[in-house]
């Protein structure tokens, strides 16, 4: 006995698959839910569809018009990101638009500490393309 009668679990991890103790916990059948991003599909969870979500907005931006849109991605090994490039390429692709990857760009640093600088490095990227996006999913 825990002393609990459930659990509301997130975590900070870069790490997308339940760790050791989530998987004890769900055997054991002990009440919880993670309220992060995991690929596992047999735990519970709650959160944001990233690919759904990608999509929605990309196809927002296509509808208003725009057919060069740009995607600035998390930093590298960051799931959530990715998720939402396959959603944006999804959008594109449906839509008869070529996936262009001069249109994508990444965090090159990670943690909120590093924003800042990453985002004036792709500020200085999207400066020197001669083709450039018209909207941008970030």
Known sequence: ????????????????????????????????????????????????????????????????????????NGEEGNRAGEERR???????TAHGLHVDPRLQFRLRLRGEWHDYQSGYEIGEQFRSLRVKPEAFFV
């Open 1 to 72: 006995d825990m002393g609990v009668s459930g659990l509301v679990i997130a975590s900070m991890t870069h790490v997308y698959s339940a760790s050791e103790t989530l998987r004890k916990i769900h055997k054991q059948g002990f009440p919880y839910v993670m309220v992060s991003y995991l690929s596992d599909l047999d735990i519970y969870r709650v959160g944001t569809d990233h690919r759904r979500g990608a999509r929605i907005a990309t196809d927002h931006l296509i509808k208003l018009g725009y057919s060069k849109v740009g995607y600035v």
């Open 86 to 92: 396959i959603g944006y390429e999804q959008s594109l």
